[in-house]
């Protein structure tokens, strides 16, 4: 029975410093008006040039990014390769625009495919299509696309004008190079899943992809949000759509992050919210989900992206229960850097494939990552709760003051 009360191993990698500077971290982002106060200000400060590149850089930046560059990651990855900890690249610069910066992100991506492909312990790389499309012209897509569209891998380009079209088509470009690298180097494409009033199109084209590149084996994996009420669906379609159209499915699953900003947009706008109407429903779904998927494990490739205790354990359960291996190679598991490290590092312990979630860039275009993971940091009730108390316990367990 895996545990992940063992503090022990799930901090091994951390010198006791760099715990005592987690606890700080952990017990300031605890404190809710400070949060308030710094996810408002600080994509300020850092745009007029204010000096907190510093505190950033040695605080939040430290715990939650691999580094600014892909070589600055690297420290980070062969720490945790010693604990059998494999690592999920994720280049996190977003909401930069221009045709010209849609193509430098893209050559950055497979610069990192190829990076990747040098190194022992990253099987996989992650996308966000918003990296290098415009949001509003996924908006448009979007907004004409039918019920069933993003299952069906159909984009309604033809609400789109003559020069939307050949945006479009640049889009669609440089997603085939970078699944085209992926596929020559042998690393996994993940897709990230964004906000609802552009995820039909992400939807449809990554299901486009995983036609063209999932035929033997999977290279691109799309994401689902059970925090949507439609999403245990879509993933049970999605499958069927693999099975009858012959390809195999790849699917990372997560509750979603973008919580508060759906319900408001639902609300200003009127529109029912996406979201399910409780905490309950979504982990109900997640864990329905899980079950689903592991049924069909022969059939399909999944990634347990969560940090969830019980969804984790859960997950092992099941796979004892259907007699696979923990460490069958159609499943992995992976949390956020400086977030859950009691869960990766056993299940690592464990046998299982789990990795770090990775993200890298220049400072000022990780903020909203930071932003995000500051705010989902913040409930004192939940994850900071535990990872504060978590790391306490490890301080003590060493007799560290
Ligand atoms: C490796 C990795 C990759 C990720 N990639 C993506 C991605 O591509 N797209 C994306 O959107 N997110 C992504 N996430 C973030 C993820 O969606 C969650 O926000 C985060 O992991 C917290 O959920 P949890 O499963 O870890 O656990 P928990 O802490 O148990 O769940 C918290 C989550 O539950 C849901 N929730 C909370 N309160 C309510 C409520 N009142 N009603 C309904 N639902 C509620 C929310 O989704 C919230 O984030 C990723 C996470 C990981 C670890």
């Given at each position: 029975m895996i545990s992940f009360d063992n503090t022990e191993s799930a901090f091994a990698y951390k010198s006791d410093k760099e715990l005592k500077k987690a606890k700080f971290l952990f017990s300031s982002m605890g404190i809710g008006w400070l949060v308030k106060l710094g996810t408002r200000i600080t994509p300020w400060a850092i745009k007029?040039?204010?000096?907190?590149?510093g505190i950033i850089r040695n605080t939040i930046f430290k715990q939650f990014v691999g580094g600014e560059t892909l070589e600055q990651t690297k420290d980070v990855a062969d720490k945790l390769q010693e604990y059998n900890v494999k690592v999920i690249l994720d280049y996190g610069v977003e909401g930069i625009e221009g045709e010209d910066n849609f193509d430098n992100a893209a050559d950055e991506f497979i610069n990192v495919i190829n990076y990747a492909a040098t190194q022992n312990n990253i099987p996989f790389m992650s996308i966000k299509l918003t990296g290098f499309a415009r949001f509003s012209l996924l908006e448009k897509l979007d907004a004409a696309s039918g019920e069933k569209s993003g299952v069906e891998g159909k984009i309604n380009t033809a609400i789109?004008?003559?020069?939307?079209?050949q945006e479009w088509q640049r889009v669609v470009a440089r997603l085939i190079k970078i699944c085209e690298?992926?596929?020559k180097n042998s690393i996994g494409v993940l897709v990230d899943a964004e906000e609802t009033w552009i995820q039909d199109p992400v939807d449809a084209i990554t299901m486009q992809m995983m036609q063209k590149f999932n035929k033997e084996k999977v290279v691109v994996y799309n994401?689902?949000?059970?925090?949507?009420?439609?999403?245990?669906?879509?993933?049970?379609?999605?499958?069927?759509?693999a099975q009858n159209a012959n390809f195999i499915l790849g699917v990372k699953l997560v509750?979603?992050?973008?919580?508060?900003?759906?319900?408001?947009?639902a609300a200003e706008k009127n529109y029912p919210s996406p979201i399910q109407p409780n905490k309950q429903n979504t982990d109900d779904d997640y864990n329905a989900?899980?079950?689903?998927?592991?049924?069909?494990?022969d059939k399909l490739f999944l990634i347990v992206a969560s940090h969830n205790e019980y969804s984790n354990l859960y997950t092992t359960q099941l796979l004892q229960q259907n007699n696979f291996?923990?460490?069958?190679?159609?499943?992995?598991?992976?949390?956020?850097?400086?977030?859950?490290?009691?869960?990766?590092?056993?299940?690592?312990?464990?046998?299982?494939?789990?990795?770090?979630?990775l993200p890298f860039g220049p400072l000022k275009d990780v903020i909203p990552y930071l932003m995000r993971r500051a705010q989902e940091n913040s409930s004192v009730k939940g994850q900071t709760g535990r990872e504060l108390e978590l790391i306490k316990k490890e301080l003590r367990r060493r007799k560290v003051k």
């Open positions: 007029t040039g204010l000096p907190i590149n789109l004008n003559e020069d939307e079209k690298a992926a596929q994401t689902i949000q059970l925090y949507r009420h439609d999403r245990l669906q879509f993933l049970k379609d999605s499958f069927d759509t509750r979603g992050a973008y919580m508060e900003k759906e319900r408001r947009r989900a899980l079950q689903f998927s592991i049924q069909h494990l291996t923990l460490n069958n190679k159609h499943i992995h598991f992976s949390q956020l850097l400086g977030m859950s490290d009691n869960i990766t590092f056993n299940l690592a312990k464990a046998g299982c494939s789990v990795s770090k979630y």
